[in-house]
T-cell receptor, first 116, second 115 residues
Framework: SQTIHQWPATLVQPVGSPLSLECTVE??????LYWYRQAAGRGLQLLFY??????ISSEVPQNLSASRPQDRQFILSSKKLLLSDSGFYLC???????????????FGPGTRLTVT | GNSVTQMEGPVTLSEEAFLTINCTYT??????LFWYVQYPGEGLQLLLK?????DKGSNKGFEATYRKETTSFHLEKGSVQVSDSAVYFC??????????????FGTGTRLTIIP
């Protein structure tokens, strides 16, 4: 079966410090991978998605970046955090489900980031 | 572009009450529709899905029917429990060029069930 891991689970970082969040998927090959941010009391904002190693698409201009160094590893980074980067970061992977147009996404447990 | 509009929350119900959370969508093609649930401090879990018009998705007593004529996918449960307290997200996905499959989420509806 497939599992998705995220770490760390929680993180408190000062403004201006760097960031690295990691996501790994087990039990599947060549998944699509996604990073979302969920601000307090808000919906999900898609930040990045990747369809393969080294292939990253950005949805929102910001001071964050993403990389996919291996097939099942997805990393979210920042060189200098802003207060507005605080939130709950979720990684997800997708696979074609039943029906040609059914792309179910499966989410990790999330990382809660607080920038102080 | 695609969009999902969900019923504004929060919603508070008594245990064993009937639940409806409204969801309508706008899409240019033939989307699949999903409901995800997020329990406090956790990631999202897929609750149910429907891939074509008139399909009914169901799981854990929850149901939703894909209504193309009204572009809706309302979530229902006949008798809610305290353990159903969570945030519920409606979402759609649509087939695009390879590598361009993304979910569009609603803003979420917080549900609280009181004993």
């Amino acid at each position: 079966s497939q599992t998705i891991h995220q770490w760390p689970a929680t993180l408190v970082q000062p403004v201006g410090s760097p960031l690295s969040l990691e996501c790994t998927v087990e039990g599947t090959s060549n998944p699509n991978l996604y990073w979302y941010r969920q601000a307090a009391g808000r919906g999900l904002q898609l930040l990045f998605y990747s369809v393969g190693i080294g292939q990253i698409s950005s949805e929102v201009p910001q001071n964050l970046s993403a990389s996919r160094p291996q097939d099942r590893q997805f990393i979210l980074s920042s060189k200098k955090l802003l207060l507005s980067d605080s939130g709950f970061y979720l990684c997800a992977w997708s696979v074609l489900g039943q029906g040609w147009n059914s792309y179910e996404q499966y989410f990790g447990p999330g990382t809660r980031l607080t920038v102080t | 572009g695609n969009s999902v509009t969900q019923m504004e929350g929060p919603v508070t119900l008594s245990e064993e009450a009937f639940l409806t959370i409204n969801c309508t969508y706008t899409a240019t093609g033939y989307p699949s529709l999903f409901w995800y649930v997020q329990y406090p401090g956790e990631g999202l879990q897929l609750l149910l899905k429907a891939t074509k018009a008139d399909d009914k998705g169901s799981n854990k007593g929850f149901e939703a029917t894909y209504r193309k004529e009204t572009t809706s996918f309302h979530l229902e449960k006949g008798s809610v429990q305290v353990s159903d307290s969570a945030v519920y997200f409606c979402a759609l996905s649509e087939f695009g060029n390879f590598g361009n499959e993304k979910l569009t989420f609603g803003t979420g509806t917080r549900l609280t069930i009181i004993p």
